[in-house]
Structure formats: C-alpha cells, structure tokens
C-alpha cells in the first residue's frame, strides 16, 4: 500500500502541554459527546447511500435513488441528468448533493439555474434537503456562504465573476444546462473556467438539434470523454451522424448521462383522453345568459366584475346565479346599494327557467355519468351548482357524495371512502388540496372550468398520478356562445392543456413567471373593447405558452 | 444523526457548557449562553471587544432551537437545526474542542489498610478517513498502559459503566508512568498504522485506475493545442482533488485515565461474558 497517511500531530502536543500544566482538562459529559459526535459524523461504507437517512420529510421516489447511487458510486460525481420533465431533476441532485455533503467531501457549493428559479431552488434545498443553500444577493455571499444558488447571468458578470474563480467549489450544479451547448457563448466559457470536482448538468433536453451542443456540454463535465474538438467532428459530424444511430456513442454518453424516461421509471403514466362536450342552451337559459351580457355594456365598469362572474354562474345553473343574487341583497346596507334593476331582470329570467325545470347542462351530466357507467368525477366551480347537482343525480337514482376544500380533514376521507366503495360520483367544488388520490376513478367531467390551468392541472392530477393505471378520459363541458367556449377554444384547446404531460405546465407557468394567471384572464375578459381584441389577447397568451412548449417537446423528441 | 438526537445532543452540550435551559418542549429548546458560549457561537467580536473596554453590563444572548419543524409550535422563532446546518456544525467542532483532553480517576475505590496504587492509562481516540472520491471513516479507540505498554481497542466504550471522577479520590495514589506520554502516543501511532497497513486497500488502487482514465481523456482533449489554456491545469486540479487517495488519521479526543490495577482485565472479562 502507497498511499500516505497524515497523522494529525496538533492535538497531540495540546495535551502533553496541559497534561504538563495539569489542566485545563473537559468534562466527562462534553469528552463523550465529542466522542458521539465523532460517532455519528463517521461514514461507515464508500457505496451505500448515505444522505436518505438523514431526510426524515423526504421519500424519493426508486428511480431517483437509483440515479443518486449511479451518480455516486459509478460515474464518481459527475454527470449530466437528463430525466424527461416532473421526474424530480431536482430531488436527484439534492440527493447527490446531500450525500457528499454529509461523506465531508463537498463543503462549497455553487448552484447556478435560471434566475426565475433561484428562491424556488433555495426553498427547495433548505427544506426538503436541509441543506442551508443561500439565495445570492450581495457580493460578500460568494464568499461567506458554503452553498449558494444564484443565475448564471449575475455569476458571469464583475465582480461576481472574478470572486467565483478564485473560489474553491467542490460541487457545481447547473440547471437548464443545455443553455451551455454553445461554447463561443459567454457562459459556456465562465463555466468552463469553473473547477469541477464534482459536477451536475440538469436538463430536460439534452439535445436539441445539433450533435455538436452534446459534444459541448459532455466536454464542460469531461472534458475528452468525446474526444477532443477535431477528432469529434472527424468521427462523428463529418459523416452527419445522428446521436440515435450511433450506438458508439451512445454507450459514450450514457457513462456520463441518466436519461429517466417515463416509461422506465416504472411508474404507469396512462394517457389522457379528452372529449368536448358542447352544451346549447334552452331558450330560457339563453335569455338568462344575454340579460348579463346587455347589462354588461351598459353598467359602470366597477360592477363588470360581478357580471363576469354571474355569466361564468349562467353557464352552470340557475341556482348559482340566483345564490348570487340573493348575497347581493342580503349585503344591502346604507353603503351598498344592490343594483335591483339587474337583479329583478335577472330573478324573471330564472323564473323562466324555473317554470321549464330544465337545466341542458345538467342534463347532459346526467345522460353521460349512465353512459359511462363507471365511477366519476364532477367539478363545478359553484356550491349552489354543487348541490342541485347532487339533488338531480338522486331525482334519476344515481348516488353522489360532495366534496369541499372545506371539509376537515376525517370528513374528506370519509367522503373518499365513501366514494371509492360506496357511491357512484364525487361532485366536487376543489381539487382538495394536496394527498388526496383518487386513482381508482378514470373519468372527469369538467362541468365548469376553472380560469386557471393550475387548478384544471391539479383536478386532473387527483386521478392521473403514479399509481394510475388505465387510461384517464376527460369531458370538458362548454356551453355554445358564452365566455366559457372562449376560455376552452382559446386557451385550453390552444395550449393542448388536457394532453399535457404532469408536470410539463408547472414547468412552462414558472418559466412564464406569471404570478396570477387568472387575473390575466379576467383582465383580458374586462378589458377588451370588442370580442376580437379579447381574441386576439387570448391568442397572445396561448401563443406564448405554446411557444415553450413546443420548445420542450421538439427536445425531448430529438433526444430519444 | 436523527432530528430526535440532535435535540439530546444540543442540551447535552449546554448543559454541560454551563448555560441555562430556559425552555424546552416539542421539537424546541431555549437556552440561556453563558458568556463564554456567546462568545464562542454567536461571532461577535465586535460586541464583546466593544464591551470590555467600555466595562458595559455584558448581556449574553439566549437562542432557541427548532429540532422539529413539524412538532414546535407554529409560533415559535428560532433557528432550525438539522444535520448538515452550519449550526450545528459549529456545535459539533465546539464539542469537539470542549471535550478534547481529560484526566479522571476510578472512583469508589474500596478502602483498605493501605492506599491504593492508580495506574495511567492514556486513551487516544482517532477516525481514520480513507478518501478519494468516495469515502469511508472509521473510529479507532486506544487505551495503553503506561506501565506495561499494553494496547486494548475498544477503550472507550470499555469504561463506559466504569464510575470516574476528575479528582483523586482519598486514599488512592497514581503511579507515575513508565511509558512516558510522548512516547505512549508514539506506540500508538505505530499500532495504527500497522492497523491500516493489514487492512484492504483497493479501493486506493480503484481511485488511481478511475484518476488516470479521466487524466487520459483530458490530455487527449487537449493534445492539439500547443499551449495548453488555463482551463487544462484547472482540469487537472480538480481530477486530483477529485480522485487522490488519501489516508488522514485525526484525533476525535483522548485523556489520561487513572485506573486500579485490575480494572480494565475486569471490564474486559465482564464484556467478553
């Protein structure tokens, strides 16, 4: 054996100093915590993971332990990860990250990822990892803090750049890396110049187009584990090579490179099936809808809101319209004055209906849930809709329970119980919050949309998760001629929203940094002068979304 | 080290520090540091320095600890401890400086007509870290007898049931070593090293294999350019950083412990029983 031993003498000579001065000696009950600590800090094997045991709040999932361990022990720290999107990228290099933290191979740490995701990447490190990453602020950051997240457009520039290199990192991450696949690029030269003992590349698309940009982003983590620049080109580009032929170099990358498909993560990811279902109004319904509207045009802009909501209400019951209405009154008081030509027009509308018992909508539901004959999920976005729901599903022998953000926490699992053995439908008004898993139940009726994608995400995320192992059907209902096919027609449908892989949207709504897309919509809905300046705003916005998209799937697709 | 452990192991440490703990609960401890421990957790220098030439009323600060997010109260401010958290790192090298040297005695000696001889045992306790990169630690306990020069492993937790005291007790006296300190920690040295040397080494020889591999591949990514960049010896850097064994033997604690004569034969008969 050659290897050298360094003994550490320091301690040595501290104690022959005091045992010759006869003092100052410990406590018995700090000398055997020293001892514990040393105990407990101690790594006891080179290969078994350390850093699960340490992370009592999180369960990663197989596939992302198995990448950490790959990581660790056969591609010795340094890779690219390249997981398709929602496989949790980021679980998998908090692991890896936390584990050389705790071997005490790893102390400084530079985390470099898009500047929309330095709080989220932060957040994520502190809480989940118990890692105290640092959000880089202020210059002094760089130097003061062990673990620093910060964009990779500040760290290139002076002065952050200069104090960068002349630290000592033992760990690099960087996400989004295949922004790095150009190496004339300013960034891809300041990560070049970066030491990198140990190094993670995150991306969804690690190839996007040309051969070249891996052959660029594997030589920032190895360099000449492609060869170098004129040999690379000689074997590989000359011939104009695809990466998916080659099966040489695909075996090359693959020692630097985890690629997670879906398929391989061993977790079922069924495909969505999504059906519209158009709604015509009754002729009743219909006069309802378009006295909204005409008060729309002629009232003061401060109640424009309020008649938006009411024709989003129309568009699912009566009855929500109505419970709309009576809050209205009920509010009167010497400050507010209920607007009554609006509410007497509107309750002689509804009496109409009344007087035909008839809600198209509804009827449809009804008609579908026994075709369906199966178990279902409807969403509305109106308690009163909700409960004529429920009484309906019972007038033609069809068991129903509700379901409440509101409910505590023992009723929601009971209605779930419920609804798993007992009943035909949930009716539900939340997706209801986070655990609640409803994967034995296949079909969703949409029979109101929600304005915001995260919410339609999360309704759909309730059954289509892991665990889901058939096919998940979605109906989307949408009423001919109102706000509501708008909002499908041209933003739903648009961004393709329902086909969308779990996951893809999160990523899409963050890089979008849109606070309150919601907001947006109503805005748009408010502030339109014409129905063609409020498509063409809706247009903006799908555009926009579907642009990233596009980005993504081209990527993903290229890279398989 | 488990978020449970790590709330026993703070108290213990500020108990044992001297600080009052001025609450604890669920998940949570406040404690009361002394001056001493101010000055040695909370980075200040400014504020004491301050302090001591003005003759102010010194004020020490009082923390509290979130060991357990979830079942401290949701009001409660404070700082989260957790494994990993500088903190408690910080903790950990002062524990570790605290309880660095020792001297103690066997107590409850039984009396007899005579005093009764003690004799010195130096206990040394080490991790021995083999690294590359990857790692593995071990901890080695020491004790010889500085009068016969005997080794026994496993110290530590040998006198661990053994009743010790930091003063001579009546009617006992210490021998004087034979084996001087000096060279008692030289005997040990070298039982460590023959300790290391028999055990199985390839992973060195693994790390070195991996090393060139990579070292190859850089230089042959670099072989075209006449003057190499500065890129290339950062490379080289950091394969080095990266993959060079090392063997590093550091010292966790050790002390002088005066014990009776058949003591350890008998803790060592009781373990073995």
Redo the contacts between chains.
């Keep these: 054996?050659n290897?050298?031993?360094?003994?550490?003498h320091e301690?040595?000579d501290?104690?022959?100093k005091?045992?010759e001065e006869d003092?100052?000696?410990?406590?018995?009950?700090?000398?055997?915590?020293?001892?514990?600590?040393?105990?407990?800090?101690?790594?006891?094997?080179?290969?078994d993971l350390q850093a699960p045991?340490?992370l009592?709040?999180l369960t990663p999932l197989p596939h992302q332990l198995e990448v950490a361990k790959k990581v660790?022990?056969e591609m010795?720290?340094k890779a690219i990860l390249a997981d398709e999107v929602g496989l949790g990228k980021t679980i998998e290099a908090g692991l890896i990250l936390?584990e050389y933290?705790?071997?005490?191979?790893v102390k400084k740490v530079l985390i470099l990822v898009p500047a929309s995701l330095v709080s989220q990447w932060t957040i994520e490190l502190n809480q989940k990892f118990?890692?105290?990453a640092v959000a880089q602020r202020k210059s002094y950051v760089w130097e003061q803090c062990?673990v620093v997240v910060s964009s990779i457009d500040t760290a290139k520039r002076m002065p952050h750049r200069d104090i960068i290199l002349e630290q000592n990192y033992?760990f690099i991450i960087i996400d989004e890396a295949h922004k790095l696949k150009n190496h004339k690029t300013k960034n891809y030269q300041f990560v070049?110049?970066?030491?990198?003992?140990?190094c993670l590349l995150l991306t969804a698309t690690p190839v996007q187009n040309k051969i070249e940009e891996i052959f660029n982003l594997v030589?920032l983590l190895?360099?000449?584990?492609l060869?170098?620049q004129?040999?690379f080109e000689e074997l590989f580009s000359a011939k104009n090579r695809k990466l998916e032929n080659d099966e040489h170099l695909r075996e090359l990358i693959n020692k630097v490179m985890i690629r997670n498909r879906r398929q391989d993560t061993g977790i079922e990811w069924t495909s969505r099936k999504v059906e519209t279902i158009p709604i015509h109004f009754s002729e009743e319904e219909r006069a309802l809808y378009d006295a909204i509207e005409s008060f729309k045009e002629h009232d003061n802009p401060s109640s424009a809101f309020a008649l938006l909501t009411l024709q989003r209400e129309a568009c699912s019951s009566k009855e929500a319209v109505y419970m709309t209405l009576k809050g209205m009154l009920d509010k009167e008081s010497e400050e507010y004055t209920p607007p009554y030509p609006l509410i007497e027009t509107l309750m002689d509308r509804i009496g109409n209906i009344g007087k035909t018992g008839r809600n198209s909508k509804a009827e449809k539901m009804v008609e579908l849930i026994k075709k369906i004959d199966d178990k279902v999920i409807v969403f509305t976005e109106y308690r009163a809709t909700q409960m004529y729901l429920q009484w309906l599903l019972q007038q033609h022998g069809i068991s129903s329970v509700p379901f409440r953000g509101g409910f505590k926490r023992g009723k929601k699992d009971w209605m779930k119980q419920l609804f798993q053995n007992n009943v035909q439908v949930l009716i539900a008004t939340e997706a209801g919050g986070e655990g609640i898993n409803l994967q034995f139940c296949h079909h969703i009726i949409n029979y109101d949309l929600p304005w915001n994608p995260m919410r339609l995400e999360q309704r759909i995320g309730r059954i289509h998760r892991l665990g889901q192992e058939k096919d998940v059907h979605i109906y989307n209902f949408a009423t001919s001629g109102t706000i509501e096919e708008h909002i499908l027609k041209l933003l739903y449908e648009k961004i393709r929203l329902f086909e969308r892989v779990i996951g893809n949207l999160d990523d899409i709504l963050t890089q979008l940094e849109m606070k309150d897309f919601e907001e947006y919509v109503n805005d748009v809905f408010l502030h339109s002068r014409s129905e063609g300046e409020m498509k063409l705003k809706m247009e903006h916005l799908s555009s926009i979304i579907d642009d990233m998209n596009d980005g993504e799937e081209n990527a993903a697709n290229a890279a398989t | 080290?488990?978020?449970h452990?790590i709330h026993q192991?703070l108290k213990?440490?500020f108990?044992?520090?001297e600080c009052s703990i001025l609450e604890e609960g669920n998940g949570y401890l406040t404690v009361q540091l002394t001056i001493d421990q101010d000055k040695e957790l909370m980075n200040r220098p400014f504020y004491w320095h301050y302090l001591e030439k003005v003759g102010g009323e010194p004020n020490p600060a009082s923390l509290t600890f979130i060991t357990n997010e979830?079942r401290a109260p949701q009001d409660i401010k404070g700082e989260?401890v957790?494994?990993?958290?500088?903190r408690l790192h910080q903790i950990?090298q002062a524990?570790?400086r605290?309880?660095?040297?020792?001297?103690?005695y066997e107590a409850n000696v039984a009396r007899s007509t005579h005093n009764t001889a003690l004799h010195p045992w130096l206990n040394m306790?080490v991790?021995v870290?083999?690294?590359c990169?990857?790692?593995?630690?071990?901890?080695l306990?020491l004790g010889i007898h500085l009068i016969t020069g005997n080794i026994i492993e496993d110290f530590?937790e040998l006198l661990k049931g053994q009743a010790?005291t930091?003063k001579i007790p009546d009617f006992t006296f210490t021998l004087s070593p034979i084996i001087k300190?000096?060279s008692g920690?030289n005997r040990l040295?070298q039982y460590?090293?023959k300790h290391?040397?028999e055990d199985d080494?390839s992973?060195?020889e693994e790390a070195k294999e991996?090393w060139q591999q990579?070292l190859?591949?850089?230089?042959?990514?670099?072989?075209?350019i006449e003057e190499k960049p500065?890129?290339y010896d950062?490379?080289k850097?950091?394969l080095q950083?990266?993959?060079e064994?090392?063997?590093?033997?550091?010292?966790?604690?050790?002390?002088?412990f005066y014990l009776q004569e058949g003591t350890v034969r008998t803790l060592l008969q009781r373990k073995m029983a």
């Design positions: 054996m290897v050298p031993i360094s003994f550490d301690w040595q501290l104690f022959l005091s045992f003092g100052p000696w410990a406590n018995y009950d700090i000398y055997q915590l020293a001892y514990k600590v040393a105990q407990r800090t101690a790594v006891p094997s080179f290969h045991s340490y009592a709040d660790v022990t010795n720290g936390k933290m705790i071997r005490g191979l118990h890692i105290p062990d033992d070049q110049e970066l030491k990198k003992k140990f030589s190895k360099p000449g584990h060869g170098n004129a040999y | 080290m488990q978020q452990d192991f213990g440490y108990q044992s520090t979830q989260k957790h494994f990993g958290s500088p950990f524990t570790r605290f309880g660095s040297a020792i001297r103690l306790n991790i870290s083999y690294q990169d990857h790692k593995r630690d071990y901890l306990s530590h010790l930091p300190p000096k920690f040295h460590i090293e290391i040397y080494h992973w060195a991996r990579d190859d591949l850089l230089n042959h990514f670099y072989e075209d500065s890129t950062i490379e850097k950091a950083d990266q993959y064994p090392r063997i590093s033997v550091n010292v966790v604690n050790g002390g002088i």
